[in-house]
């Protein structure tokens, strides 16, 4: 008998459990906007260098401006590009004969020299058609200066690592719940005060330490849900969790749509986790977690409050100590160290394990992130995309739950990334015109890759032991998700249909792998490096050396 056996005797997922999961995936509906935040809060407006006082200079020349409007007088200041204004660059000297002669402007002093162009130097304009307001408008980060944009994403998916690493590993140690609630409270405080950010670098540092508290939050309400419900209620959790998700991406594209100014937006999205954050004390840490760290008294305590909230007070009068290890013999007799990064390496199951969900997590976040960033790639209202691409989340996960019940966790993760990668490589081989049929795929690749999300989130959890499971076995996803806005350079756009083929190739090399590693179906709760794991009729079963 085990941990899941007492749970089931204290009313297995029941009421206590229900409240537990809803208050734990309330804040998911935030989530998305945490993540896919830079799409709006970074939008690049139509722009063009600024011409200040462009109808005194008429009228000093004698241009008719009662024939010609500020913005109908701006060719003879700006040059075109693909029949608009350019971004980046201006006239030296002012063409009055581009407006079709009606100037009194000579224009046989037309030359080469008088169409040289310069930069923008006196700033530019942006219209206020989709963004009010942006870090772009607000620092002008538009040509040279472009790739800040996609630096500070990037800035903000490395605090996500470091929190998954620092945050995970503080929580082996100190429990989810308290990392949890410390998570909440900085999420919100520096999320909010993002709003204020002075200048570039200040913005860059609070989204830096805002994406640790994202990971944290995620990582430890993660556990929280898994270490609290039995074994074959997960599934079903798992995956009606991650609507919150899919919902949020929906929520966030109205928040944007109704305020469409960064400052604004990012308090929206920051300023409720300090709700959140109080009502979060009602939380029970992890009984199990508690028994692991040799702490079995708060562990009774904790699994008689589930008992009596799920109407078993009769069975919360029977706990006791000595049921507690009888039941958890093994686990508490374990040897109490510290565990670190090594610990994913040890063992050959667990070395099997770790490498094979590395390459799926790296793969899946790099495309995921790939295509919901930077949805002004498309050509359609950017507003509109975002929902697009939250909605298709919504048949994609509910085939996945039925998937999982029936096929099994193994078997739908690998169809769900053979067929995320198969539509993106095909994705190559649409022409750039048929910009229809490149993001009806783009959306169904999304799709696809969000199931893989929910399954491997579920896989992980249940592949790792309880002692490690928010720690360092929680780092594998971000790193996949930095790499994408390599966009840094110009070029990318032109380079972009590569990433598929890489990601073709990790898909090739998983598939491979798996077979051999993710075997185990469930999870110890500590662990055995004198332990290995082998198949025996069909099932992972563990043996001594």
Partial sequence: ???????????????????????????????????????????????????????????????????????????????????????CTRYVHVQWHLLGGNTSHNEEHTNLTELQTTTCVEGWTYEKTDF????????????????????????????????????????????????LLWSYFQLALLGTFTALSPSYLAYSIFRFLTGMAVSGVILNSVSLKVEWIPTKSRTFVG?????????????????????????????????????????????????????????????????????RINGRAEMADKLSLEVLQSHMQKEVRSPRTVHTAYDLLRTPAMRRISMCLLVVWFSTSFAYYGLAMDLQKFGVNIYLMQVIFGAVDIPAKLVVLGMLSFLGRRMTQGLCLLASSSVIFANIFV????????????????????????????????????????????????????????????????CFPLCPVWYMADLRWWLVSLPFCCQKPTAPHCLTPSKRWRRSGGKAEAVSH
């Fill in 431 to 494: 022409p750039n015109d048929m910009q229809i049929i490149r993001t009806t795929l783009a959306v169904l690749g999304k799709g696809f890759t969000s199931a893989s999300f929910t399954c491997v989130y579920l896989f992980t959890g249940e592949l790792y032991p309880t002692i490690i499971r928010p720690g360092w076995a929680s780092a594998p996803p971000w790193p996949g998700s930095a790499p994408w806005p390599l966009q840094l350079c110009s070029s990318w756009t032109r």
């Fill in 132 to 179: 009010l307001s942006t870090i772009v408008t607000e620092w002008d980060l538009v040509c040279n200066l472009r790739p800040l944009k996609q630096l500070c994403q990037t800035i903000y998916m490395g605090g996500v690592l470091t929190g998954a690493i620092l945050f995970g590993g503080l929580s082996d140690r100190f429990g989810r719940k308290a990392m």
């Fill in 1 to 87: 008998m085990g941990f899941t056996d007492l749970l089931n005797e204290a009313g297995g997922f029941g009421r206590f459990q229900m409240i537990h999961v809803a208050l734990l995936s309330i804040p998911g509906l935030l989530m998305a906007s945490q993540n896919l935040l830079n799409n709006f809060t970074a939008g690049v407006p139509r722009h063009y260098c600024n011409i200040p006082n462009i109808t005194a200079l008429a009228a000093a020349t004698n241009t008719s401006v009662a024939e010609h409007s500020a913005d109908s007088l701006l060719p003879a200041f700006i040059p075109l590009e693909n029949s608009a204004l350019s971004k």
């Fill in 239 to 307: 995956t009606i969790s991650s609507f919150f998700f899919t919902f949020g991406q929906v929520i966030l594209a109205g928040v944007a749509y109704s305020l469409k100014d960064w400052r604004q937006l990012h308090v929206a999205v920051c300023s409720p986790f300090f709700i959140i954050f109080l009502y979060s004390w009602w939380y029970s840490e992890s009984a199990r977690w508690l028994l692991l760290v040799d702490r079995p008294e708060e562990a009774l305590r904790q699994l008689q409050r589930v008992a």
